[in-house]
Structure formats: C-alpha cells, structure tokens
C-alpha cells in the first residue's frame, strides 16, 4: 500500500512537472523568442500623450509583432499600461514581446542626429526642426516670436537666429520646443567661450553682430576661403562710417535672396535691411551663419579694401578694389557677363 502511494506521488510530480514544462516552454515561444514580423516598420513612434489603448491598437495596425495577443498578455503581467514612455523605438528583427515591453518601460529610446543648416528664416527653422522631431512646428515658431520668453535668453523675435548654429545634434525625438530651446542656449554658450567674448569685445562686436555680420559674409559667399576676406571689407566699411552697401541685405528686404541682378530701384527699398539706405548692421541676421562663417569675422583679414564685386566667370569669388574707380571697372566686367548670359533680372 505504501509502495503504491509513493508510486502515485512520484507519477503526481512528474505530471506536474511536465505540464509546468510544457507551460514554460510555450510561455518562451510566446514571450521571449523573436516576435517582429516581417511587415514591422524600422521604428514605433509613441506620441506624446499616447494612452495604452492606442499603444495596443498602434501595434496591432502597424503590424509590428506576429502575435499581438502576446504582447497584451505579458503587457498586462508586466503592468506596462502604469509605465510606458513616449519616444522613437527601434525595431529589429531579434527582439521579442518580452524585449519590446523592457523598452517602452525603460524609455530605451533612439536617439535622433538631429541637423539644421541653411536657415534663411524662423518659419524655415521651425518647420525643419518638426520635420526631425515630435514638436509641431507652430510650437517652436511661437517660441521663435515671443519677445518675453526670448529675453531670458538675450535675444528678441528680430535676431533669435543668432543663437542657433548649424550643426548635427543628438535629440530624444519627443523634445518639446522648450527643450530644445534650452539645448540650442546650452550650445551657444558653450560656443562663446570667454576667448571669443574677448575676441569679439577686440574687433568692437557684440557676439550678435558677429552673427549678423557673418549672415551676409556668408550670403556673399558660401566658400570658406574666401570669407575672412569679405569680413576685412565689410569691417573697414564699418569702422569709416561707410554704407554697407551689402547686395544680399537688399535681396532679403525684397524677400527674394534668388534674384541675379538687382536694379537702381531696388536700392531704394523701404526696409531697416537695406544697406545701401541705413549705415551699420541690420537689426538681425538674413541666415543663420555657419560656424565657419561666424570665425570669419571674428578673425577677419586685415587689408584696405572698401568694394567688391562677383567676378564675371561666375566662379562665387569677387574683385576686391580700394578705390571706387578700380569697383567701376570690374562692376562693368560683371555687368557685361551678365548681359551675355541674358540675365536682367
């Protein structure tokens, strides 16, 4: 009799050990073996303000993993609907419903290589900043023009493009505009060193000015070799008291930097930009300058030209002259260039 008790219990735990192995294996199937299917997108993007409802339904519509019910049973014992993160997440092949579920928890998230460069305007700055980034771009152009929130920064609606410098950036996709504000400040302090402060207080510059300066150096010319010479000009011009007579402060006031020969009426353009009417800077940048461009005139080249004009091979590159009567001649050089490639405009 006791033999067959025995016999009995020996035979109760091995039943039960085979059922709580087959349960573990199917548990393992299901929960931790590779569960993206092949018609899975490269990354989840969790909006901001996702409830766990839309998490479920996004997954399941995106067709992300082979069996969405795993994903919901091991969701609902792992308690993710208390604890999930808004973010880019990446996909790949191995991952399992156990690893997916560790990610959203965690906020183990991709980070964006966010990149800006070739900024003529706010509106242009907002909208490629959203098309990277969660952040609707209404979001950071209201930041862009509010005169309150960017004083803390020192800046105004007017010259707010000086603080930004074209770069690649790492971002958590689901940065707020005010987030990225405050890194974009980080980064431009971090750029004005005391040795740049200090340069810029030699040349009679505030760090803005040398923004707005390099915007047109830049404009005049993207090639970096030549830029340091184009701020020697423009600085000389400064220090005389003379006219800018900047050829891109014109194209921005008449809001088209695309236009190939400006006329004698486009000088008279009623705008706080045209540097042919007011003497100095313009009140902002009309680009965001690239870091080259901004060290350009931080450390300008010192000569004695006043004038330049684009030379008549098209090349980018300019005459300089010093005196108005040697600008005339190469003005008239580029002018008949122009007039062959039937160019009036």
Known sequence: MRKKIILLAVTVVVVFMLIASVFVYISYQAYFKPAISDKAPEYLYVYTGTSYDDLLLQIENQQLLREPKDFERLA??????????????????????????????????????????????????????????????????????????????????????????????????????????????????????????????????????????????????HRKDEQAKIAGLYMNRLHKGMLLQADPTVRYALGDMAIKRLLYKDLEVDSPYNTYKHVGLPPGPIRMPAIHALEAVLYYEKHAYLYMCAKEDFSGYHHFAVSASQHAVNAAKYHRALNRKKLYR
């Open 76 to 221: 609902k014992y792992k308690k993710l609907s208390r604890k999930f993160y808004p973010g880019k997440y990446k996909i790949e092949k191995e991952m399992s419903v156990n690893d997916l579920i560790n990610k959203l928890r965690s906020n183990n998230q991709e980070e964006v290589s966010l990149i800006f460069n070739n900024i003529r305007s706010k509106e242009q700055l907002a909208e490629r900043i959203s098309m990277q980034l969660e952040m609707p771009s209404q979001d950071l152009l209201d930041l862009l023009n509010d005169n309150t929130f960017l004083k803390s920064y020192g800046f105004d609606s007017v010259n707010v493009l000086s603080m930004f410098l074209p770069n690649t950036y790492g971002f958590w996709w689901n940065t707020s505009a005010k987030g990225f504000m405050e890194r974009m400040y980080k980064e431009y302090t971090k750029y004005w060193t005391q040795v740049r402060l200090s340069q810029a207080e030699k040349i009679g510059l505030t760090p803005i000015e040398v923004s707005i300066l390099a915007s047109i150096v830049e404009e005049e010319n």
